[in-house]
T-cell receptor
Framework: DVKVTQSSRYLVKRTGEKVFLECVQD?????MFWYRQDPGLGLRLIYF???????EKGDIPEGYSVSREKKERFSLILESASTNQTSMYLC??????????????FGQGTRLTVV | QKEVEQNSGPLSVPEGAIASLNCTYS??????FFWYRQYSGKSPELIMF????GDKEDGRFTAQLNKASQYVSLLIRDSQPSDSATYLC????????????FGSGTKLNVKP
């Protein structure tokens, strides 16, 4: 079974803190994604990575950065957490187009609250 | 214009009925289409994918794709209360085949 594991299920952080969300996948997927999900807004792509050290901005990258030093691990960094970053964060991974199954597999999600 | 559009619902159907969920997408170059189910507080899980025009059946679920109309649908036969969830339509590509574009989801309520 494909497994995408996020480091925390729930997090509470203070405004201004630097926050790290970690994601690990065990299926040798080339692509990894970070989304946030808010009521009424659906899934919005923050960043994605298609290879080690490669990244591309999604629709809402402001206030976030990412790191992919190893193929299996993709980190999302909130440089200075703000209350409007309170959300559910979802990591996903997939093979590149045309390589095996091409759907995205999701981690269990991290519910982040910034106070 | 959003790449993927869904009616947010809620869609309410009685137990045993057919639930019909719809999705439209904006770019004709899109090639892969996915339906995910998401229970409240949980992450999305894949139900079906479809690449070719026509119908694809898997148990109680049927995905329908009409590329000319840029329309994807999911039919759930013999709906059960356990089918109550939010259903997300996703499209892969078209400008970047490594990206997934998600609709905002349709909430389905199946009433016993």
């Amino acid at each position: 079974d494909v497994k995408v594991t996020q480091s925390s299920r729930y997090l509470v952080k203070r405004t201004g803190e630097k926050v790290f969300l970690e994601c690990v996948q065990d299926m040798d997927h080339e692509n990894m994604f970070w989304y946030r999900q808010d009521p009424g807004l659906g899934l919005r792509l923050i960043y994605f990575s298609y290879d080690v050290k490669m990244k591309e901005k999604g629709d809402i990258p402001e206030g976030y950065s990412v790191s992919r030093e190893k193929k299996e691990r993709f980190s999302l960094i909130l440089e200075s957490a703000s209350t409007n970053q309170t959300s559910m964060y979802l990591c996903a991974s997939s093979f590149s187009q045309g390589a095996g199954n091409t759907e995205a597999f999701f981690g269990q999600g991290t519910r982040l609250t910034v106070v | 214009q959003k790449e993927v559009e869904q009616n947010s619902g809620p869609l309410s159907v009685p137990e045993g009925a057919i639930a019909s969920l719809n999705c439209t997408y904006s770019d004709r170059g899109s090639q892969s289409f996915f339906w995910y189910r998401q229970y409240s507080g949980k992450s999305p899980e894949l139900i079906m994918f479809i690449y070719s025009n026509g119908d694809k059946e898997d148990g109680r679920f049927t995905a329908q794709l009409n590329k000319a109309s840029q329309y994807v649908s999911l039919l759930i036969r013999d709906s059960q209360p356990s089918d109550s969830a939010t259903y997300l339509c996703a499209v892969r590509g078209p400008y970047n085949f490594n990206k997934f574009y998600f609709g905002s989801g349709t909430k389905l309520n199946v009433k016993p």
